[in-house]
C-alpha cells in the first residue's frame, strides 16, 4: 500500500511541474484569469512538499484542499477558454447559429 502512495504521489507532483513548466513556457501570464493556475500550482507544490516531509492528516486535508481547487480552476478555465473560442468564431462567422459555434460545427 505503502509503494502504491509513493508512486502516485510522484505522478502528482511530475503532473504539476510539468503543467506549471508548461504554463511557464507558453507565457501563459498575459491576463489575471492565467495567473490561477500557476498559483494554484505553486500552492499544490508547497502542500506536497509540506506532505512529503511530515505526513500529517492536517497535510493530506490540505493537498486534498489544493486538489480540489486544481480541479475547480481547470473547469472554470476550460469554460474561458470556450468561451474565448466561441467569441473567434463569432468574428470569423457573424452569422452562423450559435449552437453550432459552441458544437463546433459550422
Known sequence: MTTIRIVLFAILLLGMIGSGAELILLDHTEDWRQWIPLILIGLGLLASGWHGLQSTARSVRSLAGDLHRLHCER?????????????????IQPFAPRLALILGGG
Open 75 to 91: 473547469l472554470s478555465g476550460n469554460l474561458f477558454s470556450l468561451s474565448g473560442q466561441r467569441r473567434i468564431q463569432i468574428g
